[in-house]
C-alpha cells in the first residue's frame, strides 16, 4: 500500500455501462435531516437518480444495502442536479434535476420503518418547467439580492440564459457572440453570473443588466437585441486566458471579498472580483475536474485538482501541499460531512465509480519476510550456469523450437499454371482494346499439428491484381490439406515493376504455457509468366533506349528461349523477336549472329526492365539444363543514369504538384466552411436580410472544392504509375550495376534494399527521402573514403527535399566509387578495412556549401557518365538486318 494512496472509506459501482459528468454529482441535505449529515445524490444519462448515505462498518468496506436511500429511473437523461431553496413559501432544501428539454425540482422525504427493512425514503414532484430550448448547465443563487429562497438560470446550447423565479419562468436573454455554451456560475456578492465564452474569455454579466435587458421574445426589437448584443446587454467585464474551461467555481474569502476559479485545459486561475487574475498556475497534467474550498489559513484557499493521470493534486493558492493517487480518473469531486465524519472526498468516474476517501498516511501492515540465509555451494552455481548458458546458445542458433519443427508446422506451396485461362477472369480492367488473359495460381496448405487462426494474404506488385486476396481456415486436426485457387490479370495500362507474387499465412500455434497460440508467419514466393501482361508483337526497327548484355557463351536461338512468343508466319525470330505490352509499348530483343550479345531496345525506358530480367532468367535456366555451370551475363555499356534521372524528376514533380493541390484544396475547404458558417447565421436571424452574393460565393466555392478534389485524384493515379514506372527503372538500374560489377547475391541485395526501401510512397514519407538517407549512409559506411567521412553525422529526420540534385549527385558518387573499387557490406569492420583499400581519387560527399564549391571546381561528376566504362565498339545498325547479318 502506497503511503500517498486515498484511503478507502467507502465505495460503490453505479449500474452498469451508465455514463457521468460533472454536473452529476452533489453533495447536501437534501432530505432535511436537520443533523448536519451530507447525502450523496448522483445523476446519470441513462436518467437515474440515486441518493447515498454511506455507514461502513470499518474503512474500506463497500456498499451495504441500507446505504442506497433512493434510486428511482427518471427517464430522461440528466444533465446536473443540485439542491437549495427552490420552493416558494418554504426554506426547506430541495432537489432540482435538469434534463435536455425540462427542469424538475423534488421534495425529498423520508418515513421511520416498523420493520428491520429500515427508513422508507421517497420524491415527490413540486414542480417541473418545460424547456423550449436544449439545455446545457444551470447555476442557482439569491438573484437580486433575494432572501430566503434560491432562483435557477439555465444556460442552453445556443447561448440563451433562461431565469426561473422558482414555479415561474421570469425572462430568457442571448449572450452576446455565444457560438457554444461554457461553464456558468453565480457570484452572490456581485450579483453577476460568469461563464467563458467560445472566444476563449471570462465575461462577467449583472443580474440586474439581464432582468433590465429587452426581452428576446418581443417583436419590436432589432435584430441587434434578439443576438443579444444591443446597447442595453453589455458585458461588465472580460478576461481573455486563452484556452477552453472546464469549470467555473466562486469561492468567499469574507463578507468584503470572494474569488473566481476558472479550470482550463492547462492552467487554473484565481480571479478578483472585478477579473484581475489574483494567481495562477500552469498543471503539469490534463486536468478532469476541480474544487476550491477555504484553507485554514488566513487569506489562502485550497483546491483539489483531479487529472487524467488517477491523481488527485491539493494546492493551497499555488503551492502543491499533496498528492494522492485514485482508482480512477475523477469528472466530479466533493467534500461533505458523512456520519459525524468531516471533509470526506467523494469523486465519481464517468464509468460510474463512486468512492469516498480521506487524505492519510497510515503505514501499510505488510512486512516482508526475512529470507532464509543458507551457505552458497559454488561448485553447483557453476554448473548451473553453464547449463542455462548451453540453453541460451541452442536457442540462438535454433530459434524458440528447433528448425526442423518450424518448418513441419505448416507448408505452403503455390504453383502457377503453365498455359493461360481459357476464359479470362479479368472484370473491371482499364487496359484499352486488348483483351486481358488471366492465370490461375493454385496454393496448398499441409499441416503437422492443430493451428489456429489461419489466414491466407496474397500480393501481388500493382496493376496486377487477384480475384481472392484473403482467406481463412482452421486446421482443427493434424495432417489436414486445403487448396486455393485463384486468378490473377493486369487491372490497368501500365506495367509492373515486378512479376513475383508472395503468399502470406499467418497463423498461432499453441503450446502448454499459452494455449491461446504463438503467431507464426510463413510465405511462399511464385513467379508469374510474362506472357500474363505481353503479348508477341512485331520488332521495331528504331528506339530510343537500347541496352546490350553480353554473355561467355555463344548466343541461343530466340525461339528456344522464348517459344511462347513465337510467330509461325515470321521465320527471322531466330535473332529478332517482339514483343507487345499491354496497354501499348513494344519491346523489341536482337541476338547477334556473331557475337555473344543480346541487344533489348525500347521506346520507353523502363520498358526495358522486364524483358531483360526475363531474358537473363531464360538464359541461366537454358545452360544449367545443358549442364553448364559457369555461364555468366555482364554489361560493359555507359549506365543510362540520365534516363533514369529523368524518371526521379517525373515523380518528384508529381509529389510536389500533389503537396501544392491539397494545400489549396484545404484552403477552399475551409473559405467553404467559413461561408457556410456566414450563411447559417443570417438563415437563424428571425428578421429576413439579404444574402449578399453569400450564395453564388457557396456555389463557386463548392465547384473549386470538387474541381481540386478531382485533380488530387487524378495527380495520386499519376503518381501511383509514375512510381511503377521508377520502381521499374530502379530494377532495371540493380541488374545493370549487378552485371556491370559481378556483384554477389549479399551485395545486390544491399543495393535493392538502398533503393527499393518501400512498396508504396506518400506525401509524408516518400522515395526520394528513403533512398538519399541509404546511399549517403553507404557512402559514409562501406563506400567511404576515409574515416574522416565515417564521422559525419547524417540528419535523423526524413523531410521531402527541395530537389532532387543531392539524390543524384549521390546515386552517381556511389557508380563511381563501385567502379574505382568499392564493395557494398554491412560489417562495419569491412567498412574500416574498405576505407583504407580504396583507390585515391574518389570524390568525398559535400557536407557543406563550401565543400560543394570546392569539389565542382576540382572534380567533374559524371557530366556525360562515358568515364565509368567506355563501351566496346558494336556495329552499327540502322535496320534489323544490319544485326541479322553479324
Not at 127 to 139: G, I, P, V
Not at 308 to 337: E, F, S
Not at 565 to 579: H, L, T
Request: proline residues 5%; glycine residues 6%; aromatic residues 8%.
Amino acid at each position: 500500500m502506497s503511503l500517498f494512496k486515498a484511503r478507502d472509506w467507502w465505495s460503490t459501482i453505479l449500474g452498469e455501462k451508465e455514463e457521468f459528468d460533472q454536473g452529476c454529482l452533489c453533495l447536501a441535505d437534501v432530505d432535511n435531516s436537520g443533523n448536519g449529515q451530507d447525502k450523496i445524490i448522483v445523476g446519470s444519462f441513462m436518467g437515474y437518480l440515486r441518493i447515498f448515505n454511506p455507514h461502513p462498518v470499518k474503512t474500506g468496506d463497500g456498499t451495504q444495502a441500507e446505504d442506497l436511500l433512493l434510486e428511482v429511473h427518471l427517464r430522461d437523461p440528466i444533465l446536473q442536479v443540485e439542491v437549495g431553496k427552490f420552493v416558494s413559501g418554504t426554506e426547506m432544501l430541495h432537489l432540482a434535476v435538469l434534463h435536455s428539454r425540462k427542469l424538475c425540482v423534488y421534495s425529498v422525504s423520508g418515513t421511520l420503518g416498523n420493520v428491520e427493512h429500515g427508513n422508507q425514503y421517497h420524491i415527490k414532484l413540486m414542480y417541473e418547467h418545460s424547456l423550449q430550448r436544449t439545455a446545457c448547465n444551470m447555476a442557482y443563487g439569491p438573484f437580486g439580492g433575494v432572501k430566503g429562497r434560491d432562483l435557477i438560470c439555465i444556460q442552453s446550447m445556443d447561448g440563451m440564459l433562461m431565469v426561473f423565479e422558482q414555479e415561474s419562468y421570469a425572462f430568457g436573454r442571448f449572450l452576446p457572440g455565444s457560438l457554444l455554451p461554457g461553464p456558468l456560475a453565480y457570484s452572490s456578492r456581485t450579483d453577476s453570473f460568469i461563464t467563458v465564452s467560445s472566444c476563449q474569455q471570462v465575461e462577467s454579466y449583472k443580474y440586474q443588466v439581464l432582468a433590465f435587458a429587452t426581452d428576446v421574445d418581443k417583436k419590436q426589437e432589432t435584430e441587434q437585441q434578439k443576438l443579444g448584443s444591443g446597447k442595453r446587454l453589455v458585458v461588465d467585464w472580460t478576461l481573455n486566458i486563452g484556452e477552453q474551461a472546464l469549470d467555473i467555481c466562486i469561492v468567499p474569502f469574507n463578507q468584503s471579498a470572494s474569488s473566481v476559479f476558472v479550470l482550463g485545459e492547462r492552467n487554473f486561475f484565481c480571479l478578483k472580483d472585478n477579473g484581475q487574475i489574483r494567481f495562477m498556475k500552469k498543471l503539469d497534467c490534463n486536468p478532469s475536474c476541480f474544487l476550491p474550498y477555504c484553507s485554514v489559513s488566513e487569506g489562502t484557499i485550497n483546491t483539489l485538482i483531479g487529472n487524467h493521470n488517477n491523481m488527485l493534486h491539493i494546492y493551497q493558492d499555488v503551492t502543491l501541499k499533496w498528492a494522492t493517487q485514485l482508482p480512477h480518473v475523477p469528472v466530479a469531486v466533493r467534500v461533505g460531512c458523512l456520519h459525524d465524519l468531516k471533509g470526506v472526498i467523494v469523486t465519481l468516474s464517468d464509468d460510474g465509480h463512486l468512492q469516498c476517501s480521506y487524505l492519510g498516511t497510515d503505514p501499510s501492515l505488510f512486512q516482508a519476510p526475512k529470507v532464509e540465509s543458507r551457505e552458497l555451494n559454488y561448485e553447483e552455481l557453476d554448473g548451473e550456469l553453464k547449463e542455462l548458458q548451453k540453453i541460451i546458445k541452442d536457442v540462438k542458433s535454433q530459434g524458440v523450437w528447433p528448425m526442423t519443427e518450424r518448418e513441419d508446422d505448416l507448408k505452403v506451396s503455390a504453383v502457377v499454371s503453365p498455359n493461360l485461362d481459357s476464359v479470362s477472369q479479368a472484370a473491371n480492367v482499364e487496359v484499352g482494346t486488348d483483351s486481358v488473359p488471366s492465370i490461375t495460381v493454385k496454393v496448398t496448405l499441409q499441416n503437422r499439428v492443430v493451428l489456429q487462426k489461419a489466414k491466407l494474404s496474397v500480393y501481388v506488385q500493382p496493376p496486377l491484381v487477384s480475384t481472392c486476396d484473403q482467406c481463412t481456415f482452421d486446421f482443427t486436426v493434424p495432417e489436414m490439406t486445403s487448396t486455393v485457387a485463384f486468378s490473377v490479370y493486369l487491372k490497368r495500362s501500365y506495367t509492373p515493376s515486378e512479376l513475383e507474387g508472395n503468399a502470406v499465412v499467418s497463423y498461432s500455434r499453441p503450446t502448454d504455457r499459452n494455449p491461446d497460440g504463438i503467431p507464426r508467419v510463413i510465405q511462399c514466393k511464385f513467379r508469374l509468366p510474362l506472357k500474363l501482361i505481353c503479348l508477341p508483337g512485331q520488332p521495331s526497327k528504331t528506339a530510343s533506349h537500347k541496352l546490350t548484355v553480353e554473355t561467355n557463351k555463344s548466343p541461343v536461338s530466340l525461339l528456344s528461349l522464348f517459344p511462347d512468343f513465337a510467330i509461325q508466319s515470321d521465320d527471322d525470330q531466330v535473332n529478332v523477336m517482339g514483343f507487345r505490352l499491354l496497354g501499348g509499348s513494344r519491346v523489341t530483343l536482337l541476338a547477334s549472329r556473331t557475337s555473344q550479345r543480346y541487344r533489348i531496345q525500347s521506346e520507353q525506358f523502363e520498358d526495358l526492365w522486364l524483358v531483360t530480367n526475363e531474358l537473363t532468367y531464360r538464359l541461366q535456366e537454358y545452360f544449367e539444363k545443358q549442364g553448364i555451370k559457369d555461364f555468366a551475363c555482364s554489361f560493359s555499356g555507359c549506365l543510362p543514369l540520365q534516363e533514369y534521372f529523368e524518371l526521379i524528376d517525373h515523380h518528384f514533380e508529381l509529389r510536389i504538384n500533389g503537396e501544392k493541390l491539397e494545400e489549396l484544396l484545404s484552403e477552399r475547404a475551409v473559405q467553404f466552411r467559413a461561408i457556410q458558417r456566414r450563411l447559417l447565421t443570417r438563415f437563424k436571424d428571425k428578421t429576413p436580410a439579404p444574402l449578399q452574393h453569400l450564395d453564388t460565393l457557396l456555389d463557386g466555392t463548392y465547384k473549386q472544392v470538387i474541381a481540386l478534389a478531382e485533380a488530387v485524384e487524378e495527380n495520386q493515379h499519376s503518381l501511383f504509375q509514375s512510381f511503377a514506372r521508377l520502381k521499374s527503372a530502379t530494377h532495371l538500374m540493380i541488374l545493370l550495376i549487378r552485371l556491370w560489377q559481378k556483384l554477389s547475391a549479399e551485395q545486390t541485395a544491399i543495393l535493392e534494399a538502398a533503393f527499393l526501401p518501400l512498396q508504396e510512397d506518400t506525401q509524408e514519407l516518400g522515395w526520394e527521402e528513403m533512398v538519399d538517407a541509404a546511399i549517403a549512409h553507404l557512402l559514409k559506411t562501406c563506400l567511404s573514403k576515409s574515416s574522416k567521412e565515417q564521422a559525419l553525422s547524417l540528419s535523423s529526420q526524413l523531410n521531402i527535399p527541395k530537389d532532387t540534385s543531392q539524390l543524384k549527385r549521390h546515386i552517381t558518387l556511389l557508380c563511381d566509387r563501385l567502379a574505382k573499387g568499392g564493395r557494398l557490406c554491412v560489417s562495419s569492420d569491412a567498412a574500416a578495412s574498405q576505407a583504407m583499400v580504396m583507390p585515391g581519387g574518389c570524390t568525398p560527399i559535400p557536407e557543406s556549401d563550401l565543400e560543394e564549391r570546392s569539389l565542382e571546381d576540382s572534380t567533374e561528376l559524371f557530366t556525360n557518365h562515358n568515364h565509368l566504362i567506355t563501351e566496346p565498339p558494336m556495329p552499327e545498325v540502322s535496320a534489323l538486318q544490319g544485326v541479322l547479318e553479324q
